[in-house]
């Protein structure tokens, strides 16, 4: 395939802080390789391969323990370089996969057996072609008996519309990147209130608080996400997990490097409590509750 693009830093620096032992980066994903595990039709871009053993190279380089991979866009509802990359990790990695409405309860219970333990919905019109709220309803219902949950992602300004969906879903939710609010109007700005008012909502709305890169007005050590996000944080503090985001789908003209977002971390997450919550028992309660801790 031509005009592949690399979006991940070839040297990611070591970070200054060190993650506290059995971290888990909760929200990362691997692109094929494209020779065994081919890009969806429906793909709207195109990366470089960055397979599983990249993944855990990283991994250790920064300091974690432990990845959940997402399943990314470009590679549609087939979840096989997903679960080849949880099947490599030797029980380090588990998983969150995109599925069709139409999957068979057997299917989704392969995927348990591989490792997933939820489904991602996606309203990103840049991403997908469609999100069907009353079929992610239907696969909601559905995968609660797995004890699944679903993770959401969204952009700010449809959050108020999309209420009565997040509503009604059965499961625990997961939100992406906190929905992608303007961090530059500062903790109290808008879209951080009305995200607020939607984990009030609930008690079991969770969300990572990932992607300065993406969020931030600002260049690295972005600064205004460390200001809007460390309220949020410190205010729901058993509700937060991280994730690096590599291998940065999209961000190839504006790469960041790994080092520096793992950095973050203690700007949002200032004591070795919240940090342990972020980085460790959080993700575990949801993505290992089998493992007795
Ligand atoms: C992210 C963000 C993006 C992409 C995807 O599945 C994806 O392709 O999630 C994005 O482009 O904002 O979380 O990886």
């Known amino acids: 395939m031509s005009g592949r693009v690399r979006s991940w830093h070839g040297a990611p620096s070591k970070p200054r802080f060190t993650p506290p032992p059995g971290a888990v980066d909760a929200h990362c994903h691997v692109f094929g390789p494209a020779d065994r595990f081919p890009f969806s039709p429906k793909a709207k871009y195109h990366p470089d391969d960055a397979g599983p053993d990249k993944l855990f190279a990283l991994r250790d380089h920064l300091g974690f323990a432990r990845n959940v991979v997402v399943q990314a866009s470009c590679h549609g509802t087939d979840n096989a370089a997903t679960l080849n990359a949880i099947a490599a990790s030797g029980g380090k990695a588990r998983g969150v996969a995109v599925v069709d409405p139409a999957i068979a309860d057997n299917e989704l219970e392969s995927l348990h057996a591989g490792g997933i333990r939820a489904v991602r919905f996606n ?171």
């Open 123 to 293: 309203f990103l019109k840049r991403l997908v072609d469609d999100a069907p709220k009353d079929r992610f309803l239907d696969v909601a219902r559905r995968v609660a008996p797995l004890g699944w949950h679903v993770v959401i992602y969204f952009e700010a300004d449809i959050l108020e519309e999309l209420r009565p969906f997040l509503d009604a879903i059965p499961t625990p939710i997961v939100i992406d990147h906190m929905g992608r609010p303007d961090v530059s109007q500062g903790p109290d700005g808008p879209d951080m209130r009305a995200f607020r008012a939607l984990l009030a909502s609930r008690d079991d709305i969770w969300f990572k608080p990932t992607c300065p890169d993406r969020l931030s007005a600002e260049p690295p050590p972005w600064d205004d996400f460390a200001e809007a996000v460390r309220p949020l944080v410190e205010d729901f503090a058993d509700r937060v997990i991280w994730g690096t985001d590599w291998p940065h789908p999209n961000m190839e003209s504006n790469i960041p490097d790994d080092g520096l977002l793992v950095d973050m971390i203690p700007r949002i997450a200032p004591t070795a409590e919240l940090q342990r919550k972020l980085l460790v028992d959080n993700p575990m309660r949801l993505y290992w509750p089998d493992e007795n801790r």
